[in-house]
Nanobody
Framework: VQLQASGGGLVQPGGSLRLSCAAS?????MGWYRQDPGKQRELVAS???????NYADSVKGRFTISKDNAKNTVYLQMNSLKPEDTAVYYC?????????WGKGTQVTVSS
């Protein structure tokens, strides 16, 4: 499974960004994790092929994960961004008991 992530960048507090992750095949569970230097990688949001979603408490109400099954692509719409959202974001896929990771994309929230 190959994962191609895009999006990210620099945005001011309160702004929005959208991340995309395209998988090379249909995946049951896809999601986004993030990691700050010196910290553990943490789940941001995940979505199943059936559309069930899961969010970290810190992003509920601000981030929305969605998917396009026809394109094997998952999106993370991030609104009302805060400086503490700054991190490297990683796309994740779970397929037949294995985990796959995309290259990280930097999200920086700063004025």
């Amino acid at each position: 499974v190959q994962l191609q992530a895009s999006g990210g960048g620099l945005v001011q507090p309160g702004g929005s960004l959208r991340l995309s992750c395209a998988a090379s095949r249909s995946i049951n569970v896809m999601g986004w994790y993030r990691q700050d230097p010196g910290k553990q990688r943490e789940l941001v949001a995940s979505i199943t092929k059936g559309g069930s979603t899961n969010y970290a408490d810190s992003v509920k109400g601000r981030f929305t994960i969605s998917k396009d099954n026809a394109k094997n692509t998952v999106y993370l719409q991030m609104n009302s961004l805060k400086p503490e959202d700054t991190a490297v974001y990683y796309c994740n896929a779970r397929y037949w008991g294995r985990e796959y990771w995309g290259k990280g994309t930097q999200v920086t929230v700063s004025s």
